[in-house]
């Protein structure tokens, strides 16, 4: 089976003033029932329950208010499940709700947990609709955006294909809404600068991200060697077109350098719980030989972290350069920092290891 990741934004599927738009979700289900049929595995990350909830709640906006959207997401949430529901059955398949937080990323073990969940939804025939759980989400720890969510979501369940449906044709040269002749990409072999400042910044009055999240969430899903497709979601039949080869949209190529899936986890999922500064040697150690972290590097750190939990390490000027999991405790580095591998277990009376970081264990940024 092939596996596929589908991302439905919250445009597509409702606005604020009329709330879900179920013939669309109905045409969207038979879309995505067509994929099934030619043996694809499929997981749907799905926006919608604020915008859904909005209607319902009389507001005539999306709020600004975190109480506001929390509540709006859980009284939206159940209606967005039901029309899926509904929609699926017609096609006799069955879905699953799964709400995630980035709790459910950064933590390895729940990480784990949630990726064997899904697979074994998709072992049984069962589509898994996946949402962030937005009523508990708050600024601090939320994915961002749907779109990055579902890059992770597309890395966690190993997908070969992520479809992101927008509701332009796909990446423009320029803004098509302000410039008439701005010519669509239909192809991108490596996101630069260049084409994140192609895709601008502006959101939509329902949604939380633009086409600039998308390309952010291509960039990240391609560093896995995951090929990228952003489509439009407002044509009906063009899933399975695009998965057969059928040009629409923008297709975004599988870097030629793919991370592995731990330093995957490390770069893109796990949360940094201190920092660690280093001196200009340990920088160029690790950016230029792919060395290990040593004590002797370390000029300060901050934080209040323990054995195994991810830090930033940050170069002489406080520019994050690598991410990786600690052998040490915030406290007993701030004891070592400085001093050689040989003296560690005379100044803390233990060694876990020569490096503070190993390299193994250590994602460049």
Same mark, same amino acid.
């Given at each position: 089976?092939?596996?596929?990741?589908?991302?439905?934004?919250?445009?597509?599927?409702?606005?604020?003033?009329?709330?879900?738009?179920?013939?669309?979700?109905?045409?969207?289900?038979?879309?995505?029932?067509? *994929? !099934?049929? $030619? #043996?694809?595995?499929?997981?749907?990350? %799905?926006?919608?329950?604020?915008?859904?909830?909005?209607?319902? @709640?009389?507001?005539?906006?999306?709020?600004?208010?975190?109480?506001?959207?929390?509540?709006?997401?859980?009284?939206?949430?159940?209606?967005?499940?039901?029309?899926?529901?509904?929609?699926?059955?017609?096609?006799?398949?069955?879905?699953?709700?799964?709400?995630?937080?980035?709790?459910?990323?950064?933590?390895?073990?729940?990480?784990?947990?949630?990726?064997?969940?899904?697979?074994?939804?998709?072992?049984?025939?069962?589509?898994?609709?996946?949402?962030?759980?937005?009523?508990?989400?708050?600024?601090?720890?939320?994915?961002?955006?749907?779109?990055?969510?579902?890059?992770?979501?597309?890395?966690?369940?190993?997908?070969?294909? *992520? !479809?992101? $449906? #927008?509701?332009?044709?796909?990446?423009? %040269?320029?803004?098509?809404?302000?410039?008439?002749?701005?010519? @669509?990409?239909?192809?991108?072999?490596?996101?630069?600068?260049?084409?994140?400042?192609?895709?601008?910044?502006?959101?939509?009055?329902?949604?939380?991200?633009?086409?600039?999240?998308?390309?952010?969430?291509?960039?990240?899903?391609?560093?896995?060697?995951?090929?990228?497709?952003?489509?439009?979601?407002?044509?009906?039949?063009?899933?399975?077109?695009?998965?057969?080869?059928?040009?629409?949209?923008?297709?975004?190529?599988?870097?030629?350098?793919?991370?592995?899936?731990?330093?995957?986890?490390?770069?893109?999922?796990?949360?940094?719980?201190?920092?660690?500064?280093?001196?200009?040697?340990?920088?160029?150690?690790?950016?230029?030989?792919?060395?290990?972290?040593?004590?002797?590097?370390?000029? %300060?750190?901050?934080?209040?972290?323990?054995?195994?939990?991810?830090?930033?390490?940050?170069?002489?000027?406080?520019?994050?350069?690598?991410?990786?999991?600690?052998?040490?405790?915030?406290?007993?580095?701030?004891?070592?920092?400085?001093?050689?591998?040989?003296?560690?277990?005379?100044?803390?009376?233990?060694?876990?290891?020569?490096?503070?970081?190993?390299?193994?264990?250590?994602?460049?940024?």
């Amino acid at each position: 089976m092939k596996r596929l990741v589908v991302k439905i934004g919250s445009n597509i599927l409702a606005n604020g003033r009329t709330g879900l738009n179920v013939n669309r979700i109905n045409s969207l289900c038979g879309d995505i029932s067509e *994929l !099934i049929a $030619l #043996s694809y595995d499929v997981v749907v990350v %799905s926006s919608g329950a604020i915008a859904a909830g909005i209607k319902k @709640l009389g507001l005539k906006a999306k709020p600004a208010d975190i109480r506001l959207k929390q509540a709006a997401a859980a009284i939206g949430q159940s209606s967005l499940m039901w029309a899926y529901e509904r929609g699926f059955a017609e096609f006799n398949m069955k879905v699953a709700q799964v709400l995630i937080t980035k709790e459910d990323f950064s933590d390895r073990k729940r990480y784990i947990n949630t990726k064997n969940t899904l697979l074994t939804l998709l072992s049984y025939g069962i589509i898994p609709i996946i949402n962030e759980n937005d009523t508990v989400s708050t600024d601090e720890i939320k994915f961002g955006d749907n779109d990055n969510l579902a890059s992770l979501v597309a890395i966690l369940v190993e997908a070969d294909r *992520l !479809i992101i $449906l #927008s509701d332009v044709e796909g990446l423009y %040269s320029q803004d098509p809404r302000i410039n008439a002749k701005a010519g @669509l990409v239909r192809y991108v072999e490596e996101i630069t600068p260049a084409i994140e400042k192609m895709a601008g910044r502006a959101g939509s009055s329902v949604g939380s991200g633009g086409m600039y999240t998308k390309v952010l969430a291509a960039g990240i899903a391609t560093s896995h060697g995951i090929q990228v497709n952003i489509i439009s979601g407002k044509k009906k039949g063009i899933l399975a077109e695009t998965v057969q080869g059928g040009q629409h949209g923008t297709l975004f190529g599988p870097a030629k350098s793919r991370l592995s899936k731990r330093k995957g986890w490390l770069t893109y999922s796990a949360r940094s719980k201190g920092t660690v500064k280093l001196d200009n040697g340990a920088a160029r150690a690790i950016i230029e030989k792919g060395g290990s972290l040593l004590p002797s590097g370390i000029i %300060s750190v901050e934080g209040n972290f323990d054995v195994g939990d991810s830090v930033s390490c940050l170069d002489a000027e406080g520019n994050r350069i690598a991410k990786g999991l600690s052998n040490y405790s915030a406290h007993d580095i701030n004891k070592i920092k400085g001093h050689k591998t040989s003296e560690i277990e005379k100044i803390l009376g233990y060694k876990y290891s020569d490096e503070v970081i190993h390299r193994d264990n250590l994602a460049l940024l």
